[in-house]
């Protein structure tokens, strides 16, 4: 196999090289309008390439690599015990969430809940512009008990609208939400 960045031969899609030179990860912290604490591990622009694998072959393993190379030293950081991890479903089309297999790979600190949050809207947002995305929500449907500490996982925020929706929905639902991970943030400093 060769490395997704810089070609080389490697056992993983992304050598160890580029994840120490390349993929040096710039955490960040950002406030949603509703008070949701989002923090990030990389801007969008640095791996916006990447993120897009995420429906590709390698997709999941990169995006197990980005996880824990970037967000796993964050998540050590935070005292996360008795707190779930709630990774934000799209519309199940093939059983596969690329939010979940972020969540596996902090399973060692934060128990992953998954399945439990997944939108019933079908439609795509990807590259749809922000009053289409406001207008159209994703309608979740949260199934799991209620007075839990929960941690929302998503691959990326741009607007907030998801994780805001999410954080109303749990709320609704008595579900505490700590705060958000992100693998990035599509706002810049």
């Not at 015990?81 to 690329?98: A, M």
């Not at 007075?147 to 929905?169: P, Y």
Request: proline share 3%.
């Amino acid at each position: 196999m060769r490395c997704q960045l810089c070609f080389n031969i490697s056992w993983q899609p992304l050598c160890k090289d580029c994840l120490n030179t390349i993929l040096i990860p710039s955490p960040s912290k950002r406030v949603l309008e509703n008070g949701l604490v989002v923090y990030s591990s990389y801007k969008y622009s640095d791996i916006k390439n990447l993120l897009h694998t995420k429906h590709t072959y390698y997709g999941a393993k990169i995006f197990a690599q980005l996880t824990k190379h970037a967000l796993l030293p964050l998540v050590k950081t935070f005292t996360c015990k008795d707190v779930y991890s709630l990774p934000i479903d799209d519309h199940t089309r093939t059983g596969y969430s690329h939010s979940a297999v972020i969540a596996k790979e902090l399973k060692h600190y934060i128990k992953p809940l998954y399945g439990k949050l997944r939108a019933k809207n079908t439609i795509r947002y990807s590259g749809k512009e922000l009053n289409i995305r406001k207008k159209e929500k994703r309608n979740f449907d949260l199934t799991c008990k209620s007075n839990l500490d929960v941690v929302l996982i998503d691959d990326l925020v741009t607007s907030g609208n998801t994780l805001t929706e999410a954080n109303a929905t749990c709320k609704a639902n008595k579900i505490n939400v700590l705060f958000a991970i992100t693998l990035a943030d599509v706002q810049e400093d």
